[in-house]
């Protein structure tokens, strides 16, 4: 079946370093990928799309590329923040119409002052 | 504000317990989802709602009773539950239809079962 692997966390870095998440995929048909994130107490909360190959989701200066030949979507920041700590999601979606999305585990980042 | 409200925040209740969590959202959409979030484990899909009919029932115990009497409006009953269910119990919404548009999250009910 679909399934979403994310890197293990917690990821620990210092402001103002670069971020990556490597997400990957497993898929039977053309999914939707996103990025989700979650701050303490929350739920989660949609960060980026991306609905088809080479596609590049970007909001707040975090990116990811939908890479269908390595079956990818990692995330990205140049620059993170100390208020970028959260939990942050990895999700797939069936649009094969059964409402299935499929999510990762999660990477825990903490970004230090 | 969301547009996916969850009541009651927080939860503690026994085994013995009956008690019932509570889904509203206010964005028109017509499909509608219940998560179990866990420490360490993924998401856990456990109902699916499409223009109120189940969809999706992912092998959820029967102490875990759905309820969707329309669109708007999703509740999770819950009865004898066991220790092992304590979890943040997540709701969702959806437009519905093909699988581009993203999920809609509430902020959760923390359940704990003493």
């Known amino acids: 079946g679909d399934s979403v692997t994310q890197m293990e966390g917690p990821v620990t870095l210092s402001e103002e370093a670069f971020l990556t998440i490597n997400c990957t995929y497993t898929a039977t048909g053309y999914p939707s990928l996103f990025w989700y994130v979650q701050y303490p107490g929350e739920g989660l909360q949609l960060l980026l799309k991306?609905?088809?190959?080479?596609d590049k989701g970007s909001n707040k200066g975090f990116e990811a590329t939908y890479r269908k030949e390595t079956t990818s979507f990692h995330l990205e920041k140049g620059s993170v923040q100390v208020s970028d700590s959260a939990v942050y999601f990895c999700?797939?979606?069936?649009?094969?119409?059964?409402?299935?999305?499929?999510f990762g585990t999660g990477t825990r980042l903490k970004v230090l002052a | 504000e969301t547009g996916v409200t969850q009541t009651p925040r927080h939860l503690v209740m026994g085994m013995t317990n009956k008690k019932s969590l509570k889904c509203e959202q206010h964005l028109g959409h017509n499909a509608m989802y219940w998560y179990k979030q866990s420490a360490k484990k993924p998401l856990e899909l456990m109902f699916v709602y499409n223009f109120k009919e189940q969809t999706e029932n992912n092998s959820v115990p029967s102490r875990f009773s759905p309820e969707c009497p329309n669109s708007s409006h999703l509740f999770l009953h819950l009865h004898t539950l066991q220790p092992e269910d304590s979890a943040l119990y997540l709701c969702a919404s959806s437009p519905g239809g093909t699988g581009n548009s993203p999920l809609h999250f509430g902020n959760g009910t923390r359940l704990t079962v003493t």
């Open positions: 999700a797939l979606s069936d649009v094969s119409g059964t409402y299935k999305y499929i």
């Open positions: 991306a609905t088809k190959a080479d």
